[in-house]
Nanobody, 117 residues
Framework: VQLQASGGGLVQPGESLRLSCAASGSIFSINVMGWYRQAPGKQRELVATITSGGSTNYGDSVEGRFTISRDNAKHTVYLQMNSLKPEDTAVYYC????????????WGQGTQVTVSS
C-alpha cells in the first residue's frame, strides 16, 4: 500500500492551495484519512481528519479556513486550504488507516507548503 501526496507549493498570504493524497495497492477498506503537518523545529500536528462516513475533525489553527474531503471510490483525500498564513508553512503529510490483511496506519511522503510574500 502507498499514499501519494501532491499539490504543495509556494503561495502568498491569503491565497489558496488544494492538496490531494491517493492510496493505492491491495486495499480492502480505508477507515480514517487525514492530514498532519510539521514545521521546522516543531512537532507534527493534526490538521484534519475524515472518516469513511464523512465525519470531520480539524485542528484549532485551521478550523474555518481548511476543508477536508474524500472520494471513497478513488481512495483519495483532499485538503482545500484557503486564507493561507505564513504560519501554515510546513511539510504536510497524509495518513490513512487501511485494512488489507490487517488494519494499519500508513503515511504519505509529505508535500511542502510555503506561504510567503
Amino acid at each position: 500500500v502507498q499514499l501519494q501526496a501532491s499539490g504543495g507549493g509556494l503561495v502568498q498570504p491569503g491565497e489558496s492551495l488544494r492538496l490531494s493524497c491517493a492510496a493505492s495497492g491491495s486495499i480492502f477498506s480505508i477507515n480514517v484519512m487525514g492530514w498532519y503537518r510539521q514545521a521546522p523545529g516543531k512537532q507534527r500536528e493534526l490538521v484534519a481528519t475524515i472518516t469513511s462516513g464523512g465525519s470531520t475533525n480539524y485542528g484549532d489553527s485551521v478550523e474555518g479556513r481548511f476543508t477536508i474531503s474524500r472520494d471513497n471510490a478513488k481512495h483519495t483525500v483532499y485538503l482545500q486550504m484557503n486564507s493561507l498564513k505564513p504560519e501554515d508553512t510546513a511539510v504536510y503529510y497524509c495518513s490513512a488507516l487501511i485494512a488489507t490483511l490487517s488494519l494499519q496506519r500508513y503515511w504519505g511522503q509529505g508535500t511542502q507548503v510555503t506561504v510567503s510574500s
